[in-house]
Nanobody
């Protein structure tokens, strides 16, 4: 069993930055690919970014590529999402999750999820 806890969300103006953290407890994240997803009100949960277990491979949604950076520190059992040049359309609850399946972009391929952290970007 692994517990994931996100933090770092908040209210920021458009153009600003936030850094989200996802800390794991219970079991190590080493050896597992990890991902970030987000869900805006009235919308389905969507893929944001993913990172391989070593950190050597990353993938991003088209909407955030060039603005967001996913990283990890396996020694700290933590995954990060640096978000720059934020836009109002980035407003959502952000979730981190542990990948267990084949794809990196489908939420069905992730087995453990955090409770989410709210990010609100004002215009």
């Amino acid at each position: 069993q692994v517990q994931l806890v996100e933090s770092g969300g908040g209210l920021v103006q458009a153009g600003g930055s936030l850094r989200l953290s996802c800390a794991a407890s219970g079991r190590t994240l080493s050896g597992y690919n990890m991902g970030w997803f987000r869900q805006a009100p009235g919308k389905e949960r969507e893929f944001v970014a993913a990172i391989s277990w070593s950190g050597g491979v990353t993938n991003y949604a088209v909407s955030v590529k060039g603005r967001f950076t996913i990283s990890r520190d396996n020694a700290k059992n933590t995954v990060y999402l640096q978000m720059n040049s934020l836009k109002p359309e980035d407003t959502a609850v952000y979730y981190c999750a542990r990948k267990s399946g084949t794809t990196y972009y489908s939420s069905r391929d992730y087995d453990y999820w955090g409770q989410g952290t709210q990010v609100t970007v004002s215009s």
